[in-house]
């Protein structure tokens, strides 16, 4: 299996399993609800009857949130206390359903499964949550280590020591690419680790660690070249949603309400890329499986 025929079959399974995006976009809004509808009241009650708070609609405004933040900053403490623990129990309701995503692809049935997605999500919610921890531990450790090469390189982003100021720029310009492409390759280890930790329900997570890396290594070509090609995707698709929103003028109510109608497509399309990474990615599995099987 090719690279676009295991992009296509992740796109036709994503959409025979359709249930769970909404059950994923659902989830988001309504967690997002949780702070917008505070911060809401927040800026009615303190600058609601400022035109600024129109101005900032249509863009980034240093003046204003500085004004607001000394005037207003008791506020926001809440706000934030309350975005951090809601930002906390979405990432643990996405780690508790990775279970039932990855069994459902992987099991393939004919329609989305009610059973098959919350029974397995309860069955690897553990498991998937001790994944999620020791690949958190190596993300960091990967970001800390770019982070300390720009941060010497750019002697210490002191633009005093520097001789040129524009010297921070040009090592961002190189050392991010390459950041990207390093941590893009854990990222992928992580989703057919979980791949294998599903598939041959495994009980400790490094059962699936280790056969997942050395598929990865095995089949490198297919299998990076086929995350790069999802992730190519996501950056056009973000492109495409910046120069809609930069295209919108924001001079009525009308324009708000495309703007949010936009951006919520959005989030609907991250969503089924995520599926559609996952689902290309075990078809591209079982695909080298079984063509090992028949050999």
Not at 36 to 43: D, E, G, N, R, T
Not at 113 to 120: C, K, L, T, V
Not at 187 to 192: N, V
Not at 195 to 223: E, G, N, R
């Amino acid at each position: 299996m090719n690279l676009l025929q295991a992009l296509q079959q992740g796109i036709k399974q994503t959409w025979q399993y359709k249930p769970m995006i909404f059950f994923l976009y659902l989830l988001t809004f309504l967690l997002a609800a949780f702070v917008a509808y505070p911060l809401k009241s927040l800026l009615e009650s303190t600058v609601g009857h400022s035109m600024m708070i129109t101005d900032l609609v249509k863009g980034f405004d240093y003046t204003f949130l500085n004004d607001f933040k000394n005037a207003h900053g008791d506020g926001f403490l809440p706000i934030i206390d309350q975005s951090i623990v809601i930002l906390i129990l979405y990432l643990l309701l996405f780690i508790f359903v990775t279970g039932g995503i990855f069994a459902t692809f992987i099991q393939q049935p004919q329609t989305y499964n009610r059973s098959i997605f919350w029974g397995q999500s309860a069955e690897f919610f553990w498991r998937c949550l001790r994944l999620t921890f020791y690949f958190l531990l190596i993300h960091s450790f990967v970001f800390a280590l770019f982070a300390f090469v720009f941060y010497t390189s750019s002697n210490g982003l002191s633009p005093f020591t520097l001789e040129n100021e524009g010297t921070i720029a040009f090592n961002f310009k190189i050392i991010a690419p390459i950041y990207i492409l390093v941590a893009a390759f854990f990222f992928m280890w992580q989703d057919y680790a979980k791949i294998f930790l599903v598939d041959q329900d495994k009980t400790w997570i490094f059962q699936s660690l280790w056969p997942a890396l050395k598929f990865i290594i095995k089949h490198l070509k297919q299998t990076y070249g086929l995350y790069l090609l999802n992730l190519g995707i996501w950056f056009v698709m973000v492109f495409i949603n910046y120069w809609i929103s930069t295209q919108i003028e924001f001079n009525s109510e009308n324009a708000i309400w495309l703007s949010f109608a936009i951006s919520q497509i959005f989030v609907l399309c991250r969503l089924s890329l995520k599926l559609i990474n996952i689902g290309s990615a075990v078809a591209l599995h079982q695909s080298t499986q079984e063509n090992l099987s028949h050999s």
